[in-house]
């Protein structure tokens, strides 16, 4: 498998503009994360789903920031409109279980680097 | 709600055995503890999980006491290669939330 695959792997825009970062799971896992990463603020937490399914969206930080996953095999996170403050770096994860001995690690993508000017 | 502690950042030599604790008080019964490791422009790369007692793999050991509100990650002899930022993951449990630490950034010297 190639693992988590992620696009684009560098993103510049302007203020205001829409964003969508796009993740393709390793097959078969059943849980899909997405997290934003920043100096200031570390690793987040964004929302994960579950067979396709949105479990925990807590992290996601407001209305401009949404997340689908309309298969098994393909998810997005849009940000609309974007702004400067959103310029990060974000992961998408994928694993068999979300916890437990077996199947529960997660496997990160090389993120995308996005830059809102 | 669990929260996980751990220390901002921590030096040491080549050869030496590493130990990172974390603190996570407020762990739920059916949580489990995992570490992963994060060079820069790298995403998070699974180290080891466990629920209780130790559990070892071939690069490292997690100590976990009876009582859970902690862990201990540890690295034997270190190399310069293994630098990188080190989190600490509390997950899964009876709300399924996933509570990260905010990293340890592990410094080698030669």
């Known amino acids: 498998d190639a693992g988590v695959i992620q696009s684009p792997r560098h993103e510049v825009t302007e203020m205001g503009q829409e964003v969508t970062l796009r993740c393709k799971p390793i097959?078969?896992?059943?849980?899909l994360f997405w997290y934003r990463q920043t100096m200031m603020r570390g690793l987040e937490l964004l929302i994960y789903?579950?067979?396709?399914?949105?479990?925990?969206d807590s992290g996601m930080p407001e209305d401009r920031f949404s997340a689908k996953m309309p298969n098994a095999s393909f998810s997005t996170l849009k940000i609309q409109p974007s702004e400067p403050r959103d310029s990060a770096v974000y992961f998408c994860?994928?694993?068999?279980?979300?916890?437990?001995?077996?199947?529960?690690?997660?496997?990160f993508g090389p993120g995308t680097r996005l830059t809102v000017l | 709600l669990a929260k996980t502690t751990q220390p901002i950042s921590m030096d040491s030599y080549e050869g030496q055995e590493v130990n990172i604790t974390c603190s996570h008080n407020?762990?739920?019964?059916?949580?489990?503890i995992t570490w992963y490791q994060q060079f820069p422009s790298q995403g998070p790369r699974f180290i080891i999980q466990?629920?209780?007692?130790?559990v070892t793999n071939e690069v490292a050991s997690l100590f976990i006491p009876a009582d859970r509100k902690s862990s201990t990650l540890s690295l034997p002899r270190v190399s310069l290669s293994d630098t990188a930022v080190y989190y600490c993951?509390?997950?899964?449990?009876?709300?399924?939330?996933?509570?990260w630490g905010a990293g340890t950034k592990l410094i080698i010297k030669p």
């Open positions: 994860a994928s694993s068999f279980r979300l916890a437990g001995n077996k199947g529960g690690e997660q496997f």
């Open positions: 097959s078969g896992h059943d849980y």
């Open positions: 789903f579950n067979n396709n399914v949105p479990i925990d």
């Open positions: 407020n762990i739920a019964t059916n949580d489990y």
């Open positions: 466990g629920y209780k007692t130790k």
């Open positions: 993951l509390v997950q899964g449990g009876s709300n399924y939330q996933l509570i």
